[in-house]
Nanobody, 122 residues
Framework: QVQLVESGGGSVQAGGSLRLSCAAS????????MSWFRQAPGKEREGVAV????????IYAASVKGRFTISQDNTKKMVYLEMNSLKPEDTATYYC???????????????WGQGTQVTVSS
């Protein structure tokens, strides 16, 4: 089992920045990738960023590429999402997830946090 706890959400004006944190505990060695997903009201959950924890490879959704950065601190079992140039359409609940797999970046996530709200006002 892996436990994930997100923090760092909040409200910000368009153009602002936020940094989300995800603290992992438990059997973290069972996963090889960590990700951030988001879900806005009335919309499907979408993948935002993925990092393969052993090799550091990062993958981003087209909608956030160049504005968001996923990073990790393996010694602290932490994953971060630095969000810059935020837009109102980034408003959503953001979830941290852990999983194992290589061929499908946005699939095979077994463990999920409870989410943190990000609200971007225009």
């Amino acid at each position: 089992q892996v436990q994930l706890v997100e923090s760092g959400g909040g409200s910000v004006q368009a153009g602002g920045s936020l940094r989300l944190s995800c603290a992992a505990s438990g059997a973290t060695s069972s996963s090889n990738k960590m990700s951030w997903f988001r879900q806005a009201p009335g919309k499907e959950r979408e993948g935002v960023a993925v990092i393969y924890t052993g090799i550091g490879t990062q993958i981003y959704a087209a909608s956030v590429k160049g504005r968001f950065t996923i990073s990790q601190d393996n010694t602290k079992k932490m994953v971060y999402l630095e969000m810059n140039s935020l837009k109102p359409e980034d408003t959503a609940t953001y979830y941290c997830a852990a999983g194992f797999g290589w061929s499908r970046p946005w699939a095979d996530f077994t463990y999920w946090g409870q989410g943190t709200q990000v609200t971007v006002s225009s």
